[in-house]
């Protein structure tokens, strides 16, 4: 009897090795689809009033996860969700456009994907796969880190942390360039570029190729929606002109309340109004008119993004590969609340005007147009959860995921799951085997209990995820979270909240439960030394590093335009002194 126990303990350790599919059963193919900056309620199976018809068709056959977190920030999920290894420990910590100089020195803190970790891609293409990624990369854009370097045989990938999504040009000074790379060289878009057709057409081409070898694939779909700037095709945006009038405090409580009848959060919990959600009423009928088409740009992004997922999925049953295809779609994070041109102000202004950007409601979404959705929304999109992007929050960190295909059972998981668990879930469903003890061993667990309903939950209550991005922290244990959201959103103390009965985070514990506190802490400062996590310098933003990141990396140019508007500005004045002189 030794040998099958030992075996069903190692399935749900750390270092699992996983089991190997029968010789007479043919390996799955697998398509992991992952949103950018998509919230808790942005599909219609987690809430929304937006039509998803394809993902929510995967939610009924498959199962969704209610308790499912990521990072607050995109690389960061994105190189833990290749690995499975704690984004400490992989060398993105936080994004590169955001690290401070305090912190770029440490070997952890490159912002780039280490070498010392092996991504799913490898291991698949190692267990006999094909192995193909469409879309956004943003874990290193030198010819060795770029994704054809990391395991995938055939790509088309932004290095950048975002783009246009219309035409090849970057969405903000950082970048002198959108980086696009195809198989590990530089890539022109097409002219009819819009980015969520275009990915889908690029992974139905990769898988294609290879149609008829008989070997499975791996398709990583990356899309750029809904990141900033959004963007949708005209016919998708009018669907939804009329739906937001109400404005953002009204579609938080009806989504909230959705999120309930759907059991994904208790019938009693209860939600909180962010202080940075406006006074909708207060608001000009003008700027109300804006805003609330913002918002149906948003939408028509999202729809636009099922629709494509939708010809994705048609296509593999053309082909006779739907039956036998795993599908994982998720997001890297919460909803973006930033808006730009607020916080830099008249440079980005500036520098959208010099680059033909607009903000004009008649065009909003289309070409050329920049357009953000703002905190008040970005709350009514994680709904009914507290916070989002880069906030350690559950609105910024708890995402949908949907797992469907072959051997899933059906039904909704609240089980405590995070991202380094998709990679150990992967690799055990395709019988490929986990990294060589050379690498970082994986993090995270193995969900296929979860998944073939022999399970309720994969950790124990002893179990810990420790958190930390841009100095908001957190630590998971069993249904209690311990969380710092920084200022100026946050308030930079520790709270503690049972997020299985209180995921809205409304009901601090700290005092009423100051033992279990205390506990916690220990188990983040046991996290923090043993991941060697670095502080943040004192005052430190995200948003703010960003700018003067981008500031120091443009300074040469930026100084040379400067001179340049100064030398147009004083040539302007002295010819229109001189007419005035001959008047």
């Not at 912190?103 to 190692?126: C, E, F, M």
């Not at 094909?130 to 055939?154: A, I």
């Not at 440079?347 to 953000?372: A, C, H, I, K, M």
């Not at 950790?459 to 957190?474: F, Q």
Request: net charge neutral.
């Amino acid at each position: 009897m030794r040998k099958p126990i030992l075996l069903q303990l190692l399935s749900l350790s750390l270092a699992t090795v996983a089991l190997p599919v029968a010789a007479s059963e043919r390996a799955p193919n697998i398509v992991l689809i992952l949103a950018d900056d998509l919230g808790f309620s942005d599909i219609q199976s987690y809430g929304s009033e937006i039509n998803t018809p394809a993902l929510d068709t995967l939610a009924q056959q498959g199962m969704r996860f209610s308790n499912y977190h990521t990072a607050a920030s995109c690389a960061p999920t994105r190189a833990m969700l290749l690995t499975g290894v704690d984004s400490h420990r992989n060398g993105v910590p936080n994004i590169p456009e955001a690290m401070p100089g305090s912190q770029r020195s440490a070997p952890n803190y490159q912002g780039v994907l280490s070498k010392g970790v092996v991504t799913v891609a490898t291991l698949l293409r190692d267990a006999g796969y094909h192995t193909y990624m469409s879309g956004k990369w943003h874990l290193g854009k030198s010819p060795d880190l770029l994704p054809s370097q990391r395991g995938f045989d055939r790509t088309v990938a932004l290095a950048d942390t975002g783009a246009d999504n219309w035409e090849q040009r970057p969405y903000l000074p950082m970048y002198k360039a959108a980086n696009w790379y195809a198989d590990g060289e530089p890539h022109t878009l097409p002219e009819d570029f819009y980015s969520s057709r275009y990915l889908v057409d690029k992974a139905i081409e990769f898988i294609d190729s290879n149609r008829d070898d008989g070997k499975p694939f791996f398709s990583y779909l990356a899309f750029q929606a809904v990141h900033i700037p959004v963007q949708a095709p005209r016919e998708f945006t009018e669907r939804y002109l009329d739906r937001y009038e109400k404005g953002w405090t009204e579609l938080r409580a009806e989504r909230a309340r959705r999120a309930r009848e759907l059991g994904l959060v208790p019938p009693d919990a209860d939600f909180l109004t962010m202080p940075t959600t406006a006074d909708w009423n207060a608001l000009s009928e003008a700027e109300r008119r804006h805003y609330a088409k913002r918002m149906a740009v948003y939408a028509g992004m999202i729809e636009a993004m099922d629709h494509h997922i939708g010809r994705l999925i048609d296509h593999l049953k053309a082909i006779g590969e739907y039956d036998n295809t795993v599908f994982v779609f998720t997001s890297d994070n919460g909803p973006e609340a930033s808006d730009p041109v607020g916080q830099i102000g008249w440079p980005l202004q500036l520098w959208l005007w010099g680059t033909g950007y607009n903000r004009d409601y008649d065009t909003l979404g289309e070409r050329s147009s920049f357009t953000v959705i703002g905190p008040g929304f970005a709350s009514a999109a994680a709904s009914p959860l507290a916070y989002y992007k880069f906030y350690a929050g559950e609105g910024g960190m708890r995402v949908p995921l949907i797992i469907a295909g072959p051997g899933i059972s059906k039904g909704l998981s609240p089980a405590l799951t995070y991202v380094t668990d998709i990679a150990p879930t992967l690799l055990a469903l395709s019988g490929a085997r986990t990294p060589a003890p050379t690498f970082e061993p994986i993090t995270g667990k193995n969900l296929r209990p979860l998944l073939q309903g022999t399970r309720e939950d994969v950790r124990t209550e002893n179990d810990v995820i420790g958190y930390e991005l841009g100095g908001n922290a957190a630590l998971f244990k069993g249904d209690y979270k311990i969380v710092l959201n920084r200022s100026p959103v946050g308030d930079d103390t520790w709270r503690l909240f049972n997020i299985r009965r209180d995921p809205g985070e409304t009901r601090d514990l700290a005092t009423a439960e100051r033992e279990r506190l205390q506990s916690m802490l220990a188990d983040y400062n046991a996290y923090v030394r043993d991941n060697n996590v670095l502080p943040v310098p004192d005052g430190y933003d995200q948003r703010r590093q960003v700018t003067l990141n981008s500031i120091r990396a443009r300074s040469p140019e930026l100084t040379l335009g400067a001179g340049a508007l100064l030398l147009g500005i004083g040539g302007t004045i002295a010819v229109w002194q001189r007419r005035r002189k001959r008047v």
